[in-house]
């Protein structure tokens, strides 16, 4: 699954968190190679979440993940929280390990850490919610 978090401000200087879900379409490389690229592999947009619709937005900040399908609602939730740390200090930066790989970025009139732990939070509760309607789908 690729996960993304973007800051974003409309034209009309509306503000807000857009997030996306998508499912590869083929298997992803194992180990993460160093230069891994999220999207230029096939997908198909499973879920979002768009409080400022898409279309010429100026992006001010943005969190890629990729989570192997493998992992468990838990584990993926685990993986996310762990991005703060995982995520070396720099803008833009990326990490790659076992369970995932991530990328981050952010215009430099923000505090990169503190919007790095932002977009963290959004992706972790969101996840969770679409964790949660999964298992009540099952149920």
Sequence with gaps: ????????????GALGVNLFAY???APLPQPFPSDFKPDGRRTRLTNKDWPVPPG??????????????QLDAYERLEFLASLKH????????????DQGWARFSCQARLP???ELAA????LVLWV?????ADQNALS
């Design 1 to 12: 699954m690729l996960f993304s978090a973007q800051r974003v401000r409309s034209t009309e």
């Design 23 to 25: 499912e590869y379409l």
């Design 56 to 69: 010429g937005n100026d992006v001010l900040s943005y969190l890629d993940v990729v989570i192997r399908p």
């Design 86 to 97: 995982r995520l070396p200090p720099g803008n833009p930066s990326t990490a790659a390990c």
């Design 112 to 114: 990169d850490r503190t």
């Design 119 to 122: 977009l963290v939070g959004h």
């Design 128 to 132: 969770n919610e679409l964790n949660q």
